[in-house]
């Protein structure tokens, strides 16, 4: 069974990961410091959240600059509004808040173009009478989300982690938190690992030798 979020990691460098925990962290206390600092009590809950998404969009574009990959701010249609998104080896990784029960974002139309990548992915019932072509498998959508703490602290996040949708947005194909993901790296021969140097192997170089039973040094 294919593995999507081992995929993901097989070609998106680690740097992009680490960087995106400590970018995401601080956009949510910038967004909470200006929110405070700018807006009285009626306006601060609406703008915090217009504040939080403007920096976690910036915050996945300088993750990719600093793992040495590109991100795009595309436009959705209708234009209105623009989204970040990473495509590097056939991911293709976008943003979006959700709920605290961690359910899949809000079926807009460009995420619904995303997410159909995934098609490959989820079985596809034949016809044994009916030719059937199977969709592309050269292209993976995976979603970076963030959740708010409704009841405490929302100067950080309560969660950050990365899903791969159904190709329908009906549910996760797969999904983790951003530290187990960090984790899967450890994993990884460092040959493998992307952005890593090979492995520098020493080499034990002391011989085995036996004592004599003359030895004099054991008298």
Sequence with gaps: MTDPIRQIIEAIPREFFRSLTENMDAAFVRA?????????????????????????????????????IHAVAGFTEPAG?????????????????IQSHCGTPRPSRFRRQFAAMNAWLRPVQTDLFKAV???????????????????GD????????????????????????????????????????????????VADKAVPRLKRKNDKSER
């Design 133 to 151: 072509q199977p969709p592309p498998s050269d292209k993976l959508c995976g979603i970076i989300v963030a959740t708010i703490n409704r009841h």
């Design 32 to 68: 909470d410091t200006m929110a405070k600092k700018s807006f009285s009590e009626p306006e601060r809950v609406a703008m915090s959240g217009q504040l939080r998404h403007a920096f976690c969009e910036d915050a996945v574009r300088n993750a990719a600059s600093a793992g040495g």
């Design 154 to 201: 929302q100067s950080l996040p309560a969660f950050v982690g990365l899903g791969v949708p159904f190709p329908d947005l009906s549910g996760w194909l797969a999904f983790e938190p951003i530290h187990q993901v960090m984790a899967r790296y450890q994993g990884f021969d460092a040959e493998q690992d992307v952005g890593f140097g090979p492995v520098v192997t």
């Design 81 to 97: 509004a623009r989204f970040s998104f990473v495509s590097y080896r056939g991911i293709n990784l976008i943003r979006s808040n």
